[in-house]
């Protein structure tokens, strides 16, 4: 029976946007679907539903991609890594290549893939490799070693076998941003540091969700708009959750989908059997590969090497974990990767790696790397109710189009999605490609273009995630300080058409900017990172009057 809520009207006349909340914000707000989680599950479902016209909310306790989708490897699959044990994943990750690179092909760096055998790894694998690429429906097309090794010198000379395959790069969180932009500039509304606290029922099953407003500092009312009518500033005292209603509420919290199901209830929990895997990947100051290089063997730790622009990653790992918060690397499995790694790049070790840093991958249980759409109201939970989760990054699209086909359907309606054939524009805001002054020289990040984004309430985590400000070769210890004497030219937390500085506001923020970087340089604190970590320990102590580095700094060379 479809779900339609007579009590709630729709005002589609008001303005979509990004809202940030602090502690004191009280959201009133309502709309046809809530999305809880920012991630690329959530933001691509966000997408999907505003492109069917429905007027969405998304809810983001951190800010975007703040969870495992900020924390990933940066691979547009093909699906080869898959073949050999899950060639369903696998066909599934070709399917979304393929339309990405059509939708999305901004934000696809198209460097081909690489899959190689070393001389010790089983040539058993590789037939059963090539079986389940071809069920898959991908053609691994085999590579001359001697073409492989004029075009990849980094590599092992040890290399016995090697196939080319449709491997990508993505640009996460540019394509994730611009999937926001996209939708508020549709009337949605984001808002982040959001965090659902429990859900709203009624004898029907959910009709919304509690909301605390945990992150951001407070911003002044806003230039032209004035106040924004849905958030209330809390009087002094406890602050009550702010209520949101809608008839569908979407849980897209990846690793956190149990412990979000389980606020509607013990059923809505166990019908949802996500578990939680950390993977720690290696950042290294070198284009070391110039394509996606896997190593052609049952997948393991440190066989995935991915090009970023100026950086190479190199990763992963897999390990249980208890808590979806992202968990720090430890010294024994950056030794690990590194190991692995230089099995195959022998010169590993002539490039300084820059971090280290690890997510938590939301698998379903038992050990898929496949996806889940769970309608509550069929599965025993309250009506209203819908989870997805598991998939990967690169399927974040395919989980969005079947989560929005079941959400209207709940609501009675039939809208088809669109994602498929309408393309992502690369929207940068006031991102200025003219060089001027620069914030950041590792990235070429143009002090006039943070302006603008800092004009707009953007936190410098934001700006990190949408400008790789700060993920170059300093990580962040030259332009710490610049990005505080930015943000007090843009009288942040306000703008520059409206001033409001707050001193220490800034100086926390500038703070923990480079605390979060140097935590990545930790576990790889030796040569000339540990030299690194010392001038950013003297110009704290000289500009900031901090010293970070007390916490810091048992980096073990592996
Ligand atoms: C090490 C590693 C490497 C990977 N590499 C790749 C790769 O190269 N290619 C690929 O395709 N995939 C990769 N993946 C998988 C991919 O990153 C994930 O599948 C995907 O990012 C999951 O996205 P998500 O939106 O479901 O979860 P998340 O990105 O974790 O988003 C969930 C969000 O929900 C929010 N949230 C939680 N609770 C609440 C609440 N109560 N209220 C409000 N918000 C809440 C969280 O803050 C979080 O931001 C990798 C994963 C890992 C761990």
Redesign the pocket.
Known sequence: MPRTDRKLTRRRSQPGGVHWLSTSDVVLDHADVIV????????GLLWDLTLRGLDVIL????SL?????????????SGARYAGSDPATAAE?LAENRILRKVAREFVGNTGGIFARLEEDDPAWERRWRQGCRSAGLRPERVALDDLRASEPALSPGLVAAYRVPDAT?DGFGLLWSLVWSATDSGARVYFG????GFLTDEAGVRGVR?MGVGAVRRPPSDDAGEDPRVRVAPAGPVEPGEIVAPVVVN??????G??AA?AGPRAQAAVPVER?????IVFNSRLVSTVVNRLRPPGDGD?L?PHGPVTIL???SAKVEG?ERPAPTPAEVKRILTEGRALVPGLDSVPPLRAY?????LLRPGGRGFMLIDHGQSGGPGGLVTI????????RAMAEVAGDLVVRLMGKKVSSRTAEVGIPRLGRNLSSRLQLLACECELVSLSGLLGLLDEGLHLADLRRLTRLGMGGCQGVFCAQRLAGAMWQTGWPGSRRRPHPDEAAIAREAEGFRTARLSGIKPVEWGTQARLAAVAEALDRLTLGNDNRLTLGEGDHP
């Open positions: 809880i989680g920012g991630g690329a599950t959530g933001i809810l983001e306790q951190g991609a703040s969870g495992t989708s900020g924390a990933f490897h940066g691979l547009l699959h990750c993505i959001a965090r659902v606290t909301v897209a919290t990846g690793p956190w989908a412990d979000v606020l895997d950390k993977g720690v990947m995935i991915v990763g992963t790992s979806p690890a997510g938590v991958r939301p989760a598991g998939g990967k990054f690169t399927t974040f």
